[in-house]
Each structure stands twice: as structure tokens, then as C-alpha cells.
């Protein structure tokens, strides 16, 4: 299973997601990527009202003033719900792919232009913080890591939320014994 990926390097583990985490099938993959789209388009249908309300009414006006707020309150439940609560959601379901050369995770395309990537290098990576848990493993009950949160260098945080404890005490150890990634 070891592939090469130019800078990535060696792939080293790719977190296998059960399946009742996957997404159903009837909302993933391009019917998704639709319904985003289409939020999106509502999203700017709000601010272009707002703008409009702004820019050419008399806000004096009791109805200008709630189509303000209705409009305001829209578009920015809708971003929100697209560019901030989707991505975490997404992020918690795709697989966390660990390469020799740094860690892989989902990012949006909001992410991605506000300077976060998908692929983040082991030197942008100053740690991990992890959230542990006692879980029963073969009748023993062990204390293992349930969430995990990378820390990169310039102090930001990605938060990939709750995995599979088994997998995610795997995959810390070869941050950890390959990567020199650490627990913060």
C-alpha cells in the first residue's frame, strides 16, 4: 500500500471510515456538491437584497428595516451553514491520509482560499492535541484518543473531530514514531 505522491511523500495509513459514518448515498458525491451550489446561490441572493435594501431604499421604512434583517439573517445563516458546519461535518467523514512528508484532510474551497490546504506538511504541523476517552477493547477497558486536533505552526487549529479510537491511536502513533508529530 505504499504509493509515492511528489512532496507528500510515501503514503503511509489511510484511515478507513465505517460505514455508518459514510454519507447516504442519495446526498454525497455531486448531488451534494448541487445542493451546496444551490445554497450558495440563495446565500448571494440574500446579500444581493440586502445590498439592494442598502443602496437604493428609504431604511425609515418599517418593511426596508425587516427585509434588512430577514435578508442579513439569511445570507448569513446560509454561509455558515455551508462554509463552516458542512466542512466540519465532511471533515469528520472523509479519511485522514498520513504520507511521510505530512497529513491529508478535507478542506472546502473557502478553506483552501483563505490559506488552509488540504495537504499540510510536517514542518507547518507543530503538534497535535488529542481528546481521550475509556473505551472497552477486547474486555479491557483502555484510555484512547476518541478526537483529534492538528496545531499547525502559525498556531491555527484543525479540528477533525470524533474517529474511531482504535484507528485514531494508530494513526498518532505514526505521527508520532514516523513523522516526529507529537502530542502537545
Not at 465505517?18 to 448531488?31: L, Q, T
Not at 469528520?92 to 490546504?117: D, F, H, Q, W
Not at 483529534?148 to 502513533?173: C, F, H, M, P, Q
Amino acid at each position: 500500500m505504499a504509493r509515492f505522491s511528489g512532496e507528500k511523500g510515501r503514503l503511509l495509513y489511510v484511515e478507513k471510515v465505517p460505514r455508518s459514518m459514510r454519507p447516504r448515498r442519495k446526498f454525497a458525491g455531486r448531488r451534494w456538491a448541487f445542493f451546496e451550489g444551490l445554497a450558495r446561490i440563495f446565500g448571494l441572493a440574500f446579500a444581493f437584497y440586502v445590498i439592494y435594501l442598502v443602496a437604493l431604499t428609504d431604511l425609515t421604512e418599517p418593511d426596508s428595516v425587516v427585509g434588512l434583517v430577514i435578508g442579513m439573517g439569511g445570507a448569513i445563516s446560509i454561509f455558515y451553514a455551508i462554509e463552516v458546519m458542512t466542512p466540519r461535518y465532511v471533515r469528520n467523514i472523509m479519511p485522514m491520509k498520513v504520507y511521510a512528508g505530512g497529513v491529508e484532510v478535507y478542506s472546502s474551497r473557502l478553506e483552501n482560499l483563505l490559506g488552509r490546504p488540504s495537504f499540510m506538511p510536517r514542518d507547518m504541523i507543530r503538534g497535535v492535541e488529542l481528546y481521550r476517552m475509556k473505551v472497552i477493547v477486547d474486555g479491557k477497558l483502555r484510555e484512547l484518543p476518541a478526537e483529534i486536533t492538528i496545531v499547525l505552526s502559525n498556531g491555527k487549529k484543525v479540528r477533525l473531530g470524533r474517529r474511531n479510537a482504535l484507528e485514531l491511536d494508530e494513526i498518532v502513533r505514526i505521527l508520532d514514531n514516523e513523522l516526529g508529530i507529537g502530542e502537545l
